[in-house]
């Protein structure tokens, strides 16, 4: 027998999720042992308990009203607040196991956690991971995202949040510019040079050096401001400026020698965080405390200075 007129409240929030995330009653049956008969009318069935209707069916889609919404978020914290306590009484005696699904910048994914996830898998070869590669700020409950990777300031304080690394910004650019236009030797060369910047910062227009153990600000300006270090990355390695990122943007290029390092002894930019973030319960998960420990092995020591040539000296002095 698939379906009882027991209420078990976990259980419809469960089959509730699964009907969202995957869009349609058959989807979810298939996740869940039912047949999209037994799910359409478990969701109905809720819907006349709470006396709202949370999902719109049409023949082409399924939409969520505004009721629904609200219970989908609620579900998904309750949901991961029973999953994390069963996973903390549990881990005791079991290895993590399960999907994670995580938020991560491009640049961070593909350069850096990509080339370590083969020696996670093959520790915890019953974990699964889902990413979400974006540089937007993501909705982590309602997205039902268990960690995400943000740099800088946490705006949001109800979120629970692990510090994995300070990281520094690198002034940097490619060899075929330096060869066109000069290679700046202080700070105030800036001027006579084209300066990519990030648009979404809008300190990014302002550079920060030492002189004589004051800090001056440099305004720069360039033909590019964009929202995305990517392209900013790509316009440099084509030769179409100087960029001041942070060094997991631009790591992988200096390591290949595709973009150059400059005004280091001087450059002063302050650094900041690369943060882990999980919605309130969800860092008591096993499968998500074995992650954040991985990302605070692999990435904590900032492996990448060693092959990129930014392990160095902290600025001194500029002219």
Not at 168 to 185: D, E, F, H, M, Q
Not at 279 to 297: C, H, N
Request: overall charge positive; glycine content about 6%; proline content about 7%.
């Amino acid at each position: 027998m698939e379906f009882t007129n027991v209420i078990n409240p976990s259980h419809e929030m469960g089959v509730f999720d699964r009907v969202v995330e995957r869009g349609s009653f058959a989807g979810a049956a298939r996740d869940v042992g039912l047949s999209p008969s037994a799910v359409s009318k478990l969701i109905t069935q809720l819907e006349l308990r709470l006396g709202v209707r949370l999902i719109n069916r049409t023949t082409r889609r399924l939409a969520l009203t505004a009721e629904g919404e609200t219970y989908l978020k609620r579900a998904r914290e309750i949901l991961g607040a029973i999953e994390a306590a069963e996973a903390e009484v549990a881990s005791a005696r079991v290895s993590p196991r399960g999907r994670l699904r995580v938020a991560a910048p491009p640049m961070l994914a593909v350069d850096h956690l990509g080339p370590a996830l083969p020696q996670f898998f093959a520790r915890y070869p019953r974990m699964t991971i889902d990413f979400l590669i974006t540089n937007r700020t993501v909705d982590l409950v309602g997205e039902d995202v268990d960690v995400a990777l943000r740099t800088g300031p946490l705006g949001d304080s109800t979120l629970v949040a692990r510090k994995i690394v300070d990281l520094r910004r690198v002034i940097c650019a490619s060899p075929k510019y330096l060869a066109r236009n000069g290679r700046p030797r202080r700070p105030s060369d800036l001027a006579d040079h084209s300066c990519l910047t990030l648009s979404r910062m809008p300190e990014s227009g302002t550079w920060v050096f030492l002189k004589n153990s004051r800090r001056i600000p440099i305004d720069v300006n360039g033909p590019v401001s964009a929202d995305s270090a990517d392209l900013l990355v790509r316009l440099a390695i084509e030769g179409a400026g100087i960029v001041c990122l942070g060094e997991i943007a631009v790591a992988s290029a200096l390591a290949s020698g595709l973009l150059e390092p400059l005004l280091q002894d001087s450059h002063a930019m302050p650094d900041y965080p690369l943060w882990a973030v999980m919605p309130p319960g969800r860092q008591r998960a096993l499968k998500v405390k074995t992650f954040i420990d991985f990302l605070l092995e692999c990435l904590g020591s900032a492996p990448w200075r060693d092959t990129s040539g930014l392990a160095r000296r902290r600025p001194t002095t500029a002219k």
